[in-house]
Structures are given as structure tokens and as C-alpha cells.
């Protein structure tokens, strides 16, 4: 074969039997076998969450493989280190499946040593032809994701006037939406932009997916704008919510536990409040939206926020957004104008003073920063605003303020 491939520059004949394969069709599976009887080794290939979508092994090669292996996001070179199977750690080389966007990754496991330059590069080469069969069947899952999210995305906007149009409609995907749903919006932590955070949100929308619709028989997930939609079967009356919470705080605690090791991060949650028809979810979204805006204008990570249990918090969601706009602007208008003009850092300190309960020396830690220098912004930070900070009523003014930031923040309100 290598002899073909060096004659005049023809596609090696391994290669060609791959492509061979995926022309016809074959599926995973079936290109696995052929790779892994090529290379010697055992093979498995995922998608970009690290769900095993086939392998290939000789019997007593490997004692089982995972649903779900913790890969690490990587760019388009092969990486080399240990995963964990079912018995116990292996070294493998990890071929990503894609450049800037990575669609699933090609895992080869080692026999007790590194694999050759010359097996490494012949694999790289077999790994198009993956690519190739990933990319054919991502295509048909991405066009029935696309009208599933459409979907999603008229309900949780209140585009439908007729439960009988949501009824019909969600008949389509196998959904009841006879029957009411509770709302809860999840988003990772500290992600960052661009390409790598868009992979990241991917791999959350995947393992969200994988995990909660295995756990509960009925949710419905939806990825929009860098957050994970999660529709979860609510028992037919409002009586049945503490339950119903108290279920989806437990399984979203969970999803945290078994997904952190492939998303590196945490996340947060909102839960909206419990609607009896589904024509009000855009409610429970707007609801959720803020209960999880809260949780970041506190600096609270990995928290998991219901609308209905903020307390008085909730009384600034039926406030007018005019009333609301003049109040902030009213209360910390100043300090913003202050930091514009002399390139300063008062509103963040106030925020992390606030958030630390008025403990100074958390909050300078937050900052990192001394707390001498904490407490000569503090007393600039009266001055400009003309407020006390060990006054009651103006300390509950300035928290009120800071919380319209995340209502500011959350979705345009009906």
C-alpha cells in the first residue's frame, strides 16, 4: 500500500477503501472496523461532547467503553494523554475531527507506548474519511435541530395563540404539550467568545442533552444565544411545583457533576415560575432569564436561582422599565459618569463590597487588591454619590440598583 502511494502520488489504498465505504454509506461502524483492523489498535470516535458514537475493538481489548469520554476541547492538533474506560485509565492519541470547528474526535488507544510518527500520520489521513461520514450525518441532525429550535423558540416568545397549534406542532417531534411544562434556562460560567466558546457551548448543549433526557423521561432541550433551553413535564397542577423543584434542583445538581469533567467549568441556572398551560412559558422564560441574571449581577457561579423563591426581588419585575431606568440612573448614574470620565473602578468595587456583605477584606481579596485601598475607593464612592454605606436605607438603595443591572440585562418584558 505505501508502495501505491508513493507511485506517482495515488490516494494509498487504505484511504481509498474508507472513502469507498462512506460513499456507500456504511456508516460508523463499519469505517472503524476497517480503520481499526488497519491500524492494529483499538478505535472509537465521538462527537464533539465526547459521546461514543461507535468503536471498534478485538474481543478482550477493552473491557468497555464510556457514554461519554472526558475529552479536552482541543484545536486541530492530535493530543495524547489518558482516558478513562469503563476498566480503568489508557493512553490514547486524540485526532479532533474538524479545524476551526471541531465535529467529534477519533480515539486510538495505545498498546503501552506512544504510536509511531508513520501510524500517527496514516491515522490523520483515515480520520478525513470520518470526518467525511460525521459531517454527512451532523448535516440531517443539524436540519431537524434547526426546526426543533425554531420551534422552541416561537413557544418560549409566545408567537402561538392556540394551545391546539402547540399540541399539533409538538406531535411532530413525539412531544405533549397537552400537558403543562416547567421552564429553566442553564449557561456556563466565565465562557469566553469566539470560536472556542461557541465549542464549548456545544459540548454543554450535547452533554445537557444527553444526560437530562436519559434521566427524565419527557424533557425537551434547546440551545439559543449561548444558553441551554430546558423544558421539563410538570404534574397537572400547581400543588405538585415544590415536588417538581425540588426534582430539577437534584438533576441539574447532578448534570454539574457528571458533565464538569468534560466542560472544565461550571454553570448556572434560572427556574421560571409554574404556568398550567404551555401558552405561557414565555412567562416562566422571562422569569428564568432574570432569576439567572441575578445570580450574576451577585457573583454567584454554579447556582441554580428560582424566580419565585427571590423574595422581594420579584416585586422589581412588575415595575415599569421607565420607573426602573430612572431609579438606577437616580442611584448610581453618578459613580458610572465618575469611572467614564477619571478611567475608574467604583462601580465594580461597590458591587464586590455589596456582594461581600459589607466585609471589607473579602471584598478586597475579590478585587485583589489591599484593603486600605479598598476602603479609600469606598469613601470616594460616598462621596461622589453622597450616601452613607453603613446607612441602612442607603445600602438597600444602592442593592436595588445593582440588581436592575441584571433586569436591565435579561429579556425585553411584556
Not at 472503524?32 to 491500524?39: C, E, I, K
Not at 437530562?212 to 449561548?226: D, F, K
Request: aromatic residues 8%; charged residues 20%.
Amino acid at each position: 500500500m505505501e508502495k501505491e502511494a508513493r507511485a506517482g502520488g495515488k490516494m494509498p489504498g487504505y484511504l481509498r477503501q474508507l472513502l469507498r465505504a462512506v460513499a456507500v454509506g456504511q456508516g460508523l461502524p463499519a469505517l472503524l472496523a476497517v480503520l481499526g483492523d488497519m491500524l492494529q489498535r483499538p478505535v472509537a470516535v465521538t462527537d464533539a461532547a465526547g459521546r461514543l458514537l461507535a468503536s471498534h475493538c478485538q474481543e478482550g481489548e477493552v473491557a468497555g467503553w464510556p457514554e461519554v469520554l472526558a475529552l479536552p476541547l482541543v484545536a486541530s492538533d492530535p493530543w495524547r494523554g489518558s482516558v478513562a474506560l469503563k476498566g480503568g485509565e489508557r493512553t490514547a492519541a486524540v485526532i479532533p475531527l474538524g479545524e476551526e470547528l471541531v465535529q467529534g474526535y477519533l480515539v486510538i488507544l495505545e498498546n503501552g507506548r506512544p504510536l509511531p510518527a508513520g501510524i500517527l500520520a496514516r491515522a490523520r489521513q483515515m480520520a478525513v474519511a470520518v470526518l467525511l461520514e460525521l459531517s454527512r450525518q451532523a448535516a440531517v441532525v443539524e436540519v431537524e435541530k434547526r426546526y426543533r429550535n425554531e420551534f422552541i423558540q416561537d413557544l418560549i416568545y409566545g408567537n402561538f395563540v392556540s394551545l391546539e397549534d402547540v399540541i399539533a406542532r409538538g406531535q411532530v417531534w413525539g412531544w405533549d404539550f397537552s400537558r403543562p411544562y416547567a421552564l429553566a434556562v442553564l449557561e456556563m460560567d466565565g465562557l469566553s467568545g469566539g470560536a472556542a466558546g461557541r465549542a464549548e457551548v456545544q459540548r454543554f448543549a450535547s452533554l445537557s442533552a444527553h444526560y437530562l433526557e436519559r434521566w427524565e423521561a419527557g424533557v425537551i432541550t434547546s440551545e439559543r444565544g449561548g444558553q441551554v433551553i430546558v423544558l421539563w413535564p410538570a404534574p397537572g397542577s400547581s400543588a405538585d411545583w415544590v415536588s417538581l423543584k425540588a426534582r430539577m434542583h437534584s438533576l441539574l445538581s447532578r448534570l454539574r457533576s457528571q458533565a464538569a469533567p468534560g466542560l472544565g467549568r461550571t454553570f448556572s441556572a434560572g427556574i421560571g415560575r409554574f404556568y398550567p398551560s404551555v401558552l405561557y412559558l414565555y412567562r416562566s422564560y422571562q422569569e428564568a432569564k432574570i432569576a439567572l441574571g441575578l445570580a450574576r449581577v451577585f457573583g454567584q457561579q454554579g447556582g441554580i436561582n428560582t424566580f419565585d423563591e427571590l423574595g422581594v426581588l420579584r416585586l422589581l419585575y412588575e415595575v415599569p422599565q421607565p420607573d426602573l431606568e430612572v431609579f438606577y440612573r437616580q442611584i448610581l448614574g453618578p459613580l458610572e459618569e465618575y469611572d467614564a470620565c477619571h478611567d475608574g473602578s467604583l462601580v465594580d468595587t461597590l458591587a464586590a463590597y455589596l456582594a461581600s456583605n459589607g466585609n471589607a477584606g473579602l471584598a478586597a481579596k475579590k478585587l485583589f487588591i489591599h484593603e486600605n485601598t479598598l476602603r479609600y475607593r469606598l469613601r470616594r464612592i460616598e462621596e461622589v454619590l453622597g450616601v452613607s454605606l453603613d446607612r441602612l436605607e442607603d445600602r438597600v438603595n444602592l442593592f436595588v440598583a445593582f440588581t436592575l443591572c441584571a433586569l436591565r440585562q435579561g429579556p425585553a418584558r411584556d
